[in-house]
């Protein structure tokens, strides 16, 4: 409800504010009701001035968290700006109290007291962390996905957060980019499914709801095409590329109505993304008609300067409203500019309007207009955090998120009759790591580390033989302050040998600390550290009954371990139950069913790898000559592809069947193919549909997602899977810029990757 305190002193206030008074009572009723936004928008907007339009688009920096180099506004200043409303909304507030403060500057101070919005990278979990994003989109599991957003929004919007900065629906094929880890991996089909559940967990059904909040797709765009993976740098891509492969995830986001979108660091074919007129105004405004609101990523207006593209502060301020960039993020650029701009004739005052109407329109499906205060409920902060059932649904997702790349001779499950393992590597007692980047006000090792997972649940009947060997990285944990990555210290070695000498098995946890992957977290090198590595051939030596469980931000390169090992369980960075949901896994309490949502490479040097590439015109050697598309010192194809991942039991495909060999426009025909549980054990398994345009205008990936389903089978069932092929599937943007089918060949796979697949074959005729 409208709080007591604030209706009185507005209804001593005049015209203005009753006026806003009644428009905001009656704004709960109509909340779906786009057209009466749309009125009380435009109402809103007649009574502002020049500068309180301005102030809507001002993004300040709170001081209870700092994600980026802070700008220059001091807390005074920030405060007085927000009593004259000056400010639209805020971004690291983490309580309800400070979240009500702030409110209140706005509320009762300012003459029109437009509520702010709160802004927070919620980006895998507020306070129960869930896996980092691309570990959860290794489950492949839709309904797990929107139900982790949908916990995260419970418990952020508890702390007075209404705006989360995600989903990051940058795809990425270049995992030395540390931000890979924030995204869906490598592909637009999954990276589009995955972002409206994420967007869907997020905002509901019901944006007004106290329980769901603004998402924000990020970063418009092709913010994961960094050359050289490395973050902030130059992007140049080509047009097909940016449509085919960057763009489809925010159209979906923009079709599934995400809130807010926020704009990328980088430059696009040298044009900032920030202001970038063609990716704003026209594709994503114009062409796609999304009427939510474009934030700036954090100070990127006022970065322009530093690109050369923006002669200062105000120029550059210029620039990005006029490409379409609605608020500026701690760059201070828009408070300084904008109205000197308007009076200069510089800039349309409509386009500053059209700025201000999209956050207002945001502000009132939120319904902040009916009650700025609605998230600012301390008995929600107190119970709705880190509860129970939050870690449980977290576990949950956890176990999902997980991958068996390797499992020979069945090591996995551990057998029952296990007497002694021996658990080796800093990351097994690390209780911080699997917090992962981004995280929230996730405390400091609060997750449950894989040897408390494994004391739990393996029980007395097997002695633990703990090492911790080599050190990974030392010194402070810090998201802002780059990680000391400990290139040479082996001492741990010894105690690690001697564990393994004793123990039956060895479970081996090797692989990068939380804050080796991340914003600005980019890696020349896609191995394990050299003391890894050399305590792991030590161990070898003594020991080759080794699972190895690999936890990481980014795919790595493993290509000798692969080899040599048994057993290799991928667990990324999982999560505040990390240890259970690992050790739940490793023990057989759930049979993995988690996918690579990535190719993971066997070396740095084939970067960016991906499943979906061109055939190029000299795809292999027929006459074993070397002029064919290769590299002379590694193989091109991933060592563990796209789309891979094992079970405790096997699948057999069978008889891929469509139901015709041809269709035409407004027609379509399906495939069906037959899956067996072949072991004996139940078990999931995601079902895949990959298409191939043979001939087209241009040319075509050797494979692209287009479905997926995931079932489960109890051993020796089988199932019937088919999947519908439409004109719809086989589009893509083309040189008549415009996504289109054409007629000719095309190619249909289906399997359990992207490699291993059945094939046909079917025409589309126009
Ligand atoms: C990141 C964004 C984030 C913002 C606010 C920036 O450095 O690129 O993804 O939302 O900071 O924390």
């Known amino acids: 409800m409208f709080n007591k305190r604030t209706r009185f002193k507005l209804e001593g206030r005049g015209l203005v504010v009753t006026f806003l008074l009644v428009l905001a009572m009656s704004q709960h009723s109509f909340a779906q009701d786009s057209n009466e936004i749309e009125r009380k928008v435009d109402s809103v907007l007649s009574l502002m001035t020049l500068k309180e339009k301005i102030g809507q688009l001002v993004l300040y920096n709170g001081s209870w968290d700092v994600t980026g180099p802070p700008s220059d506004v001091g807390n005074k200043e920030k405060y007085e700006k927000l009593k004259n409303g000056e400010v639209g909304a805020m971004l690291n507030v983490t309580s309800v109290k400070g979240a009500k403060e702030l409110q209140e500057k706005v509320i009762e101070n300012s003459r029109l007291k437009i509520p702010l919005m709160f802004g927070y990278d919620v980006i895998h979990g507020y306070k129960t962390m869930f896996p980092i994003p691309l570990a959860e989109s290794a489950s492949w599991d839709l309904d797990a996905i929107k139900k982790s957003a949908a916990i995260a929004a419970k418990e952020a919007t508890a702390a007075g957060i209404n705006w989360a900065f995600g989903p990051m629906v940058d795809i990425s094929r270049d995992a030395r980019w540390g931000r890979i880890m924030e995204g869906a991996g490598e592909d637009p089909y999954l990276g589009s499914k995955i972002a409206v559940a994420r967007i869907q967990g997020f905002q509901g059904t019901d944006l007004a709801s106290k329980e769901t909040l603004a998402a924000c797709a990020k970063h418009f765009a092709a913010y994961g095409f960094a050359e050289a993976g490395r973050d902030y740098n130059t992007v140049n891509i080509g047009e097909y590329e940016l449509h085919n492969t960057v763009l489809p995830p925010f159209k979906a986001a923009a079709d599934a109505g995400v809130a807010t979108m926020m704009s990328a660091f980088n430059e696009v074919n040298g044009i900032p993304a920030t202001a970038h007129k063609e990716l704003q105004r026209d594709i994503l405004k114009d062409t796609w008609k999304w009427d939510g609101f474009v934030v700036s990523d954090w100070a990127s207006i006022m970065e322009m300067t530093f690109h050369g593209y923006s002669k200062d502060r105000v120029h550059a301020a210029e620039q990005a409203i006029i490409a379409g960039n609605d608020m500026d993020m701690e760059g201070r650029a828009y408070e300084i500019g904008l109205e000197k701009l308007v009076?200069?004739?510089?800039?349309?005052?409509?386009?500053?309007?059209?700025?201000?109407?999209?956050?207002?329109?945001?502000?009132?499906?939120?319904?902040?207009?009916?009650?700025?205060?609605?998230?600012?409920?301390?008995?929600?902060?107190?119970?709705?955090?880190?509860?129970?059932?939050?870690?449980e649904a977290s576990r949950d997702v956890a176990k999902k998120s997980i991958v068996l790349l390797k499992n020979e001779n069945n090591v996995l499950p551990l057998k029952k009759e296990l007497k002694s393992v021996a658990v080796i590597g800093?990351?097994?007692?690390?209780?911080?790591?699997?917090?992962?980047?981004?995280?929230?006000?996730?405390?400091?090792?609060?997750?449950?580390?894989?040897?408390?997972?494994?004391?739990?649940?393996?029980?007395?009947?097997?002695?633990?033989?703990?090492?911790?060997?080599?050190?990974?990285?030392?010194?402070e944990?810090?998201?802002?302050?780059?990680?000391?990555?400990?290139?040479?210290?082996?001492?741990?070695?010894?105690?690690?040998?001697?564990?393994?000498?004793?123990?039956?098995?060895?479970?081996l946890a090797i692989g990068e600390e939380a804050y080796q992957s991340g914003e600005a977290r980019s890696q020349v090198s896609l191995s394990i550290t050299a003391p890894q590595q050399k305590m792991f051939e030590a161990i070898y030596e003594v020991n080759k009954n080794i699972v190895v469980v690999l936890m990481n931000g980014r795919p790595l390169a493993i290509p000798t371990i692969a080899e040599k090992v048994p057993a290799i369980v991928e667990t990324w960075h999982l999560g505040s139950e990390s240890g259970n949901a690992i050790a739940d896994v490793l023990t057989g309490a759930y049979n993995p069913s988690g996918k690579l949502p990535v190719s993971f490479p066997r070396h740095v040097g084939q970067m960016p790898l991906y499943y979906a590439t061109k055939t190029t015109g000299r795809p292999s050697n027929p006459d074993g000559m070397v002029f064919w598309s290769h590299y002379t010192d590694e193989k091109n194809d991933a060592l563990f592809p796209f789309g891979y991942g094992l079970s405790y039991t096997t699948f057999e495909y069978k008889d891929l069947v469509l139901s015709a060999s041809s269709f035409g426009t407004g027609g379509k025909i399906t495939a069906t193919v037959t899956v067996t549980n072949t072991g004996d054990r139940k078990g999931k398994e995601v079902v895949q549909l990959y298409v191939r345009d043979l001939i087209g205008s241009l040319t075509r990936p050797i494979k692209e997602l287009k479905g997926f389903e995931m079932i489960e089978l109890n051993p020796k069932e089988s199932k019937k899977v088919t999947f519908t092929i439409d004109e719809k599937m086989l589009q893509f943007y083309t040189p008549n810029k415009k996504w289109e089918a054409e007629a000719g060949d095309f190619k249909v796979f289906v399997g359990g990757n992207s490699v291993d697949v059945l094939e046909s074959d079917f025409v589309f005729k126009k």
């Open 477 to 507: 944990r810090s998201f802002i302050k780059a990680l000391k990555i400990n290139r040479d210290d082996v001492t741990g070695i010894k105690e690690a040998v001697a564990a393994a000498k004793k123990s039956e098995l060895v479970i």
């Open 426 to 475: 800093a990351l097994a007692d690390d209780k911080d790591t699997p917090i992962g980047s981004w995280r929230g006000v996730a405390e400091s090792n609060s997750a449950v580390s894989l040897l408390e997972g494994l004391k739990a649940s393996l029980g007395k009947k097997t002695t633990i033989n703990y090492a911790k060997g080599v050190a990974i990285g030392s010194g």
């Open 343 to 391: 009076k200069e004739g510089k800039v349309d005052v409509k386009l500053i309007e059209d700025a201000a109407k999209r956050i207002l329109r945001t502000k009132f499906r939120l319904g902040l207009f009916e009650d700025p205060y609605k998230y600012c409920d301390e008995n929600r902060e107190k119970n709705d955090i880190y509860t129970k059932a939050h870690l």
